[in-house]
């Protein structure tokens, strides 16, 4: 199986007309390059901030490939003709991310996208761990991790954060690990060594 690359976009829409020029002519772009709509969404919109005080951005997870293909399309000239249409309209914090061997679950998935930067990396760990035992038997998965340094920045401000997506097979299915009891405390405890900001997003269907 290969190993899929991410591009994962997150906005702070300023001008809804620019935002909609854009997101109507970048669709062609993505397929271009072999580009497809994991999951889109914002506040109201299919995407609903957990943790965290990013309460206002809009996000999408885009599927290619590979990396290598999402820095084809980012660097693209049809790209950055589109790219014209979102100037002044809003900010982003645009990221490249590795893909794990393994995709999004078929029928409607969701994906618990968490954005993180640990004050006790060591610390750190040890949730991580136990976050991926937590996830164990329940049908859930990585499909991106990415510290600091495995992290692509394309566009944006955002330095020395973390990247983590889980891929669940429903989005009930997803509430259900967040509320959990021990999830809960494993989350408590690890807001006092790292800053979080998770998401939960509605995937695309997929056959």
């Known amino acids: 199986m290969s190993q899929p690359g991410y591009l994962l976009f997150l906005g702070h829409s300023l001008d809804m007309e620019k935002m909609g020029r854009y997101s109507a002519a970048v669709s062609a772009v993505y397929k271009q390059y072999g580009g497809t709509y994991a999951g ?3 506040p109201g919109r299919g995407t609903e ?9 809009s996000i999408i997870l885009a599927r290619f490939p590979s990396s290598e293909d999402v820095e084809k399309f980012w660097h693209s000239p049809e790209y950055a003709k589109v790219r014209e ?5 809003g900010v982003f914090q645009v990221f490249s991310l590795k893909g794990e061997n393994r995709e999004p679950p078929d029928g409607q998935p969701a994906f618990l996208i968490s954005i993180y930067r640990p004050f006790d990396a060591a610390a750190y760990a040890a949730f991580a761990k136990a976050e991926a035992e937590k ?3 329940r049908d859930m998965y990585y499909i991106a991790q990415a510290d600091e340094r495995h992290v692509e920045r394309l566009e944006g401000d955002l330095i020395s954060f973390c990247i983590s997506i889980i891929a ?5 299915s997803a509430t259900v690990l967040w509320n959990d009891q021990s999830y809960t405390q494993l989350r408590k405890d690890r807001a006092q060594v790292a800053g ?5 997003m509605a995937g695309m269907a997929r056959k």
């Open 40 to 42: 889109i969404g914002g």
């Open 49 to 57: 901030l957990l943790e965290g005080a990013w309460f206002d951005h």
């Open 85 to 89: 249409l979102r100037k002044g309209g």
């Open 135 to 137: 996830i164990k038997g």
């Open 168 to 172: 669940c097979p429903t989005q009930p």
């Open 196 to 200: 979080v900001n998770t998401f939960l």
